[in-house]
T-cell receptor, first 116, second 116 residues
Framework: DTAVSQTPKYLVTQMGNDKSIKCEQN?????MYWYKQDSKKFLKIMFS???????INETVPNRFSPKSPDKAHLNLHINSLELGDSAVYFC???????????????FGEGSRLTVL | AQKITQTQPGMFVQEKEAVTLDCTYD???????LFWYKQPSSGEMIFLIY??????QNATEGRYSLNFQKARKSANLVISASQLGDSAMYFC?????????????FGTGTRLQVTL
């Protein structure tokens, strides 16, 4: 069983389109994240949710809208895609530090988005 | 400001030799955590090792050990007896506490190439 799974693994789309990436974790973690990895391999946090509540929003354009229907799911919707959105998007989850966790991130396999 | 620095963009090591990947950090927090992740060419993020700021012993996990020097704010990863399969990107990360939330902030990574 995959602990953190995200779909799709690959997306190729035209500028201006809207796309979604879905993420699910079966680890029972309270906190989920979206990270973006650019072409230089730099990993940067975008959002974090704790028990369906948005707790971190790192100056991401409004075109990106995360949604967490429950604590096991965190989806990312991107409107009006731009060339600069091309990247690998990683979903991750963690057990909160307050719950005797270390904060270790468990990552999904990544979704490679290519905007043409 | 909380920051993670990896100054080695690329490293080469011969098979069976040991290699040290450098990581320095900057934080004013007393409680923090330091992580190393491996990203092979297939793209997944693999957790390697964790060191808590209050841990007195250096963390070890198999061939991986973390050389934690708190006064110098460094958390270098040592890989002993390198194998060809160790060729990958390696990321150092620090858990940063932001109010009620915590997140991992990543360094820019070091690309390790193991040669015969």
């Amino acid at each position: 069983d995959t602990a953190v799974s995200q779909t799709p693994k690959y997306l190729v789309t035209q500028m201006g389109n809207d796309k979604s990436i879905k993420c699910e974790q079966n680890l029972g973690h309270d906190t989920m994240y979206w990270y973006k990895q650019d072409s230089k391999k730099f990993l940067k946090i975008m959002f974090s949710y704790n028990n369906k509540e948005l707790i971190i929003n790192e100056t991401v354009p409004n075109r990106f809208s995360p949604k967490s229907p429950d604590k096991a799911h965190l989806n990312l919707h991107i409107n009006s895609l731009e060339l600069g959105d091309s990247a690998v998007y990683f979903c991750a989850s963690s057990q909160g530090v307050g719950n005797r966790g270390t904060g270790e991130l468990f990552f999904g396999e990544g979704s490679r988005l290519t905007v043409l | 400001a909380q920051k993670i620095t990896q100054t080695q963009p690329g490293m080469f090591v011969q098979e069976k030799e040991a290699v040290t990947l450098d990581c320095t950090y900057d934080t004013s927090d007393q409680s923090y955590g330091l992580f190393w992740y491996k990203q092979p060419s297939s793209g997944e993020m693999i957790f390697l090792i964790y060191q808590g700021s209050y841990d007195e012993q250096n963390a070890t996990e198999g061939r991986y050990s973390l050389n934690f020097q708190k006064a110098r704010k460094s958390a270098n990863l040592v890989i002993s007896a390198s194998q060809l399969g160790d060729s990958a990107m390696y990321f150092c990360a620090m858990r940063v506490n932001t109010g009620t939330a915590s997140k991992l902030t990543f360094g820019t990574g070091t690309r390790l190439q193991v040669t015969l």
